[in-house]
Each structure stands twice: as C-alpha cells, then as structure tokens.
C-alpha cells in the first residue's frame, strides 16, 4: 500500500470512530485524489476550524467552486455542522474527512462520479 492508501484508510477510520459513519470508499479515495498533494502536507491536510478565514477557503474553494453549490447561509451552517460531528475538541480535522462529509450533506457525489 502506498502513502495515500494509508491516508484514505486512516480518513475511513476517523469517519467511523469519531463521526460515527461508515465510509463509502470509493467516494472516499476520490475525494482525496481530488484534494491533491495538500494530503501531504501537515498544515493542508486539516482544516483548521476555528479559523473563520479557513471556513471560508472551504466554502469558496469547495462548496462553491468544487461542488457548484450557490452561496447562502446554508453552506456555512453545513461546515459548522459537519465541524461538530466531528468533534470540536479534535484537533486534526482531516480535509479530506471534512470534504467527504459535506459532498455527502449536500448529495453531491456525482461531481465525483
């Protein structure tokens, strides 16, 4: 296995033990493959939630951009949402995780198809 089958195995154990979702794999590996070499980098891999500016990258960069959602209230009510069931205690969000999770909330696995 190679350094991103470790990340995406380790992505679908946070998904299960601290979100308390099972993963669909397939989805998972290709949202991963499209977070590109920041999987690889300490400070790109997570998401750093309590920075409002980061919300924000997440929102533009892939909710809006990414995913072709419109901007409205709900998109940031959804990171927050997925924020908390990932724990805000947790201190490494996992980009990859976050972004599985708000593709899944806003039914947007196509994009992936």
């Known amino acids: 296995m190679g350094k991103r089958d470790d990340l995406i195995a380790q992505y679908a154990d946070d998904l299960k033990n ?8 397939d989805l998972l590996t290709k949202v991963t493959i499209g977070c590109g070499p920041s999987i690889y980098d300490a400070d790109a891999s997570t998401v750093a939630s309590s920075q409002a500016s980061e919300l924000e990258t997440v929102k533009n960069n892939f909710l809006i951009k990414k995913l ?4 409205g209230p709900e998109l940031m009510d959804a990171i927050n949402s997925v924020v908390e069931t990932y724990g805000k205690s947790e201190r490494n969000k996992y980009r990859a995780v976050v972004y599985y999770m708000l593709t899944k909330h806003f039914g947007k696995e196509s994009v992936y198809g």
């Open 18 to 25: 601290k979100c308390g979702m099972d993963a669909d794999m």
């Open 68 to 71: 072709g959602l419109s901007d």
